[in-house]
C-alpha cells in the first residue's frame, strides 16, 4: 500500500473512532428521550410514533438527497447535517431547562432531524468509499458494523447510568460534547478527497435526482438485489426482526429479564459477526454469500418458533443477527465496488430508498396479523389449532410463533432459490461497472 493509501486509511479510521463515540451521545439520548416520553404518555403508541417520526422522513427523502451528496462537497454535507443535529439537541435542552418541554417538541425536532440523517448517511458511505483503498473496503464495513453494535449495547447502559446521575439534560450535555469533538476533527484534521463528479458541470438538480433509478434499471443485477432486499426487509419486520417482543413476552408471561437476554444475544451477534468480517480475508464470490447468509437469518425464526427455551432463543438470535452482520458487510463492499464513484451517492439513495420502503407497512401489518388473525386462531379450540400446538404451544405467543415458522422456511426458500438465478452472476465478474455514456444516467441533451 502507497504512502496515500495509508494517510486515507488512517483518515478513515480516525473519522470512524470520532463517528462512534457521536454516535454513542446520540443513542444515549435517544434512549433517554424514550424513556422521557413513556413516563409523560404512559403508552406504547407515544414511542412508536416518536419512532415513526424519526424513521419515515429519511427513507422518502433519502432519495433526494443522492442527488445533492453526488452534487456537493461529502465533508461540507457532513458537517452541516452534523451541525444542525446538534441544534435539535441543543433546542431539548433549553426546552427542558425551562420546563417547557412537550412531546409533540420532540416529534418535530425528531421529524426535522430525520432529514439531516437522510443527508448524513449517504454522505458518509460515499466519504468511506473514497478514504477506504479498496481491497480494506470490507474490513472499514466490518469497523462500521462492529462500532454500531458496540453503540446498541453501551447506549441503554451508560445512558441509564447518566439519567440517574444527572436527568435528561445531562444525557443531552454529553450528547452535546461528543459532537463538538467529532465535528471539530473532521473540520480540521481530516481531508475528504473530491469524486470527478464534483468538478464538472453540475446538471439540472430535477435530471440528476432521478439519476440512480435509471442506473438501477440499466443495471439488471443491482435493481434485481435491490428488491429482494425489500422483500426480505418486508418479511423480517413480519418476524422476528419486529415481532419478537411480543412473542418473547407472551412466552414468558411478559419477563422483561428474558426479552432483555435475547436482545442482548442480538446486540452481540452483530458485534461478532462485524469483527468476523473484518478480519477475514474478503471472499471472491460475494453474491452466494450473501443469498446463504440471509437463507441462514432466517433458519433463527425456525428455531424460536419451535421452543420455549430462552437459551434457544439468545443462540438462534447470536447467530442470525451474526450472519446478517456478514451479508451487510459483503454487501456494502459489492456497491463499493460495482457503483462508479460519481453515481454512489445517487445509486445508495434510491437503493436505500426501495429496499426500505417496505419496512413501515411490514410493522404495521405484522402488529394486526398477530393480533387479529394468528394470536386468536392458536387461542381456538379446532382439530388444527390441536394440531400446530404439538409444535408451537398453546396461550399467549403461539400465534407469533406460527408466523415466525412460516416466515422462516418462506425467507429461507427465497433466498437459497436465488442462487439458480443467472442475472447475479455478473456482478461477480466484473470489478465495477462502468458508466460509458454517464449522460443516460445524469440526463443531458
Not at 1 to 7: A, E, G, T, V
Not at 68 to 94: H, P
Not at 102 to 119: C, E, G, P, R, T
Request: with cysteine; aromatic share 10%; charged share 15%.
Amino acid at each position: 500500500m502507497n504512502k496515500l493509501s495509508n494517510k486515507q486509511l488512517y483518515s478513515f479510521l480516525l473519522l470512524w473512532g470520532l463517528q462512534t463515540v457521536s454516535q454513542l451521545g446520540t443513542a444515549m439520548t435517544d434512549y433517554a428521550i424514550i424513556i422521557w416520553v413513556y413516563s409523560r404518555k404512559g403508552t406504547a403508541s407515544g414511542v412508536t410514533l416518536l419512532t415513526v417520526c424519526t424513521f419515515l422522513p429519511t427513507i422518502f427523502f433519502r432519495f433526494l438527497a443522492g442527488s445533492v451528496v453526488d452534487r456537493l462537497n461529502k465533508k461540507r454535507i457532513m458537517l452541516i447535517a452534523d451541525l444542525l443535529a446538534a441544534c435539535g439537541t441543543l433546542v431539548v435542552f433549553v426546552l427542558h431547562s425551562a420546563d417547557v418541554l412537550q412531546i409533540w417538541h420532540l416529534y418535530v425536532i425528531n421529524f426535522l432531524l430525520s432529514l439531516m440523517n437522510a443527508l448524513q448517511e449517504p454522505a458518509s458511505f460515499v466519504a468511506v468509499s473514497l478514504l477506504v483503498p479498496k481491497e480494506h473496503y470490507s474490513r472499514a464495513g466490518g469497523l462500521q458494523g462492529f462500532s454500531g453494535a458496540a453503540v446498541s449495547i453501551l447506549a441503554p447502559a451508560l445512558g441509564a447510568l447518566l439519567l440517574a446521575s444527572g436527568g435528561l439534560n445531562l444525557v443531552l450535555l454529553v450528547d452535546l460534547s461528543t459532537f463538538a469533538v467529532a465535528f471539530l476533527v473532521l473540520l480540521f484534521l481530516i481531508r475528504i478527497p473530491e469524486t470527478e463528479r464534483q468538478k464538472t458541470e453540475k446538471e439540472p438538480f430535477s435530471e440528476t435526482c432521478l439519476a440512480g433509478i435509471r442506473y438501477l434499471k440499466e443495471h439488471t443485477a443491482i435493481l434485481r438485489i435491490t428488491l429482494f432486499l425489500a422483500v426480505i426487509n418486508f418479511m423480517a419486520k413480519l418476524g422476528n426482526d419486529g415481532m419478537l417482543s411480543p412473542f418473547i413476552l407472551g412466552r414468558t408471561g411478559n419477563n422483561q429479564s428474558v426479552l432483555g437476554m435475547v436482545e442482548s444475544f442480538t446486540a452481540l451477534g452483530v458485534l461478532s459477526g462485524s469483527l468476523l468480517a473484518t478480519l477475514m480475508k474478503p471472499v471472491k464470490k460475494r453474491v452466494p454469500l450473501i443469498f446463504i447468509t440471509t437463507g441462514l437469518v432466517f433458519s433463527g425464526n425456525f428455531i424460536q418458533s419451535l421452543t420455549r427455551q430462552p437459551w434457544l432463543w439468545c443462540a438462534a438470535a447470536f447467530g442470525s443477527y451474526l450472519l446478517a452482520a456478514i451479508m451487510n458487510v459483503n454487501l456494502d463492499t459489492l456497491m463499493r465496488e460495482k457503483v462508479p464513484m460519481e453515481m454512489q451517492g445517487r445509486v445508495f439513495s434510491a437503493k436505500s430508498t426501495l429496499q426500505n420502503f417496505t419496512i413501515p407497512p411490514a410493522l404495521l401489518l405484522g402488529g394486526l396479523l398477530a393480533d387479529t388473525v394468528f394470536e386468536p386462531f392458536m387461542m381456538t379450540d379446532s382439530p388444527a389449532q390441536q394440531a400446530l400446538s404439538r409444535l408451537f404451544g398453546a396461550g399467549k405467543g403461539a400465534g407469533i410463533g406460527l408466523m415466525f415458522f412460516i416466515i422462516g422456511v418462506a425467507g429461507m426458500l427465497i433466498s437459497f432459490t436465488r442462487l439458480r438465478k443467472p442475472v447475479y452472476r455478473e456482478l461477480d465478474q466484473a470489478e465495477t461497472i462502468q458508466t460509458t455514456d454517464e449522460d443516460k444516467y445524469e440526463g443531458n441533451d
